[in-house]
């Protein structure tokens, strides 16, 4: 029985959840005789609603740390993460990223309170509007988009997310006091999707004006590096072309020492046998903001990604995320 089972942990929220059945559905396709079982877990940082998550070590360390002591202590062969949820300046020592799924949609979208129109924040450009994020990266953006829009602290689950944006919620503040209720909200299209929640969006941001998250769209199975059965069965789901565009983003994020919630964008596309990596650092008042492309060799994504990063600290990138680092809370 345990020779051919294989349990592999998640978060339990609608998308982790979504996400790991993709990942069985994919494994038992590929590999018969195994026996997958999902395991949920509860993460201190899906209980505490209100924190901004730094003060659990980001947003990585919230939603990881958990799954991979329980891999590391051998109660899991495997764990899912949303690879933008993987902090991109750690060492994981004796884990590896075995199988990363076919990316999804890469671009955020923006999801409209019901009874706004798309035309109403357009003609207004965002003035009156509050847009919720939780992360720095979107809310930079934003104040670059809609200079006139008001981005407001939010944070949840993503079905949690929208559902609280329909009620009119208030989002308590981490140091107090309330803000809201939110107009929009800037999610990844790949997790609407992924909660079935396509019909709310209001508008794709194009990839260009909105530069996604290192790795966003992308499912990673992670395992210890010397379980070499459970390498086995991963390295059957694991797609090439997303491992070569996350591996020549992350290399942005290495170089760049970049923490969780960094306001570091990078996206990778491939075009026959060469790879082309964007990437940028913006500051969140959206007023600094350096962004370079670069193509390269596809099957060099680690060289392409480290070359990006050099571009962005020779036009002064580690200036800024030092600024947006998080305090001690
Ligand atoms: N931080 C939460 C998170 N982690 C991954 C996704 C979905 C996108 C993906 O697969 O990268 C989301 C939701 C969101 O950003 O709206």
Redesign the pocket.
């Known amino acids: 029985m345990s020779e051919q089972g294989l349990r592999i942990g998640t978060r339990k929220s609608v998308?982790a959840l979504a996400q790991t059945d993709e990942v069985a559905r994919l494994l038992r396709a590929a590999n018969p005789a195994l026996a997958v079982e999902i395991v949920r877990f509860e993460t201190r940082g899906d209980q505490d609603q209100t924190s901004k998550l730094l003060r659990h070590g980001g947003?990585g360390g919230a939603f990881v740390a958990e799954i991979r002591e329980a891999m590391r202590a051998g109660e899991l062969q495997a764990a899912m993460h949303?690879?933008?949820?993987v902090p991109g300046n750690e060492e994981t020592p004796g884990l590896i990223i075995a199988a990363t799924l076919p990316r999804?949609a890469a671009n955020d979208s923006l999801v409209l309170r019901p009874g706004l129109s798309l035309e109403t924040f357009r003609a207004q450009h965002g003035k009156g509007f509050k847009i919720g994020t939780n992360?720095v990266r979107r809310a930079a953006y934003l104040r670059r988009l809609f200079p006139e829009a008001t981005v407001i602290h939010y944070r949840g689950a993503?079905d949690t997310r929208v559902a609280k944006l329909d009620r009119g919620d208030m989002q308590r503040l981490p140091g107090g006091g309330d803000v809201g209720p939110a107009d929009a909200l800037v999610?990844?299209r790949?997790?609407l999707e992924r909660i079935w929640m396509t019909s709310r969006i209001a508008h794709d941001f194009s990839v260009a004006e909105m530069l996604p998250?290192v790795?966003?769209?992308?499912?990673a199975v992670e395992c210890v590096e010397q379980d070499w059965v459970t390498r086995g069965y991963l390295a059957k789901i694991d797609n090439m072309p997303s491992r070569l565009c996350a591996e020549a983003e992350r290399e942005v994020l290495w170089v760049l020492n970049g923490h969780c919630n960094s306001p570091i964008a990078g996206h990778a596309t491939l075009d026959g046998d060469e790879m082309i990596l964007t990437a940028s650092v913006l500051d969140e008042t959206g007023d600094k903001f350096i962004e370079t492309s670069r193509r390269g060799a596809a099957g060099r994504p680690r060289e392409l990604g480290r070359a990006v990063g050099l571009d962005l600290l020779e036009k002064g990138a580690a200036e800024i995320i030092a600024r947006t680092r998080p305090d001690e809370h």
Do not use: P
């Open positions: 998308m947003k949303s690879l933008k949820d999804d992360a993503a999610m990844a790949s997790g998250a790795g966003q769209g992308i499912v």
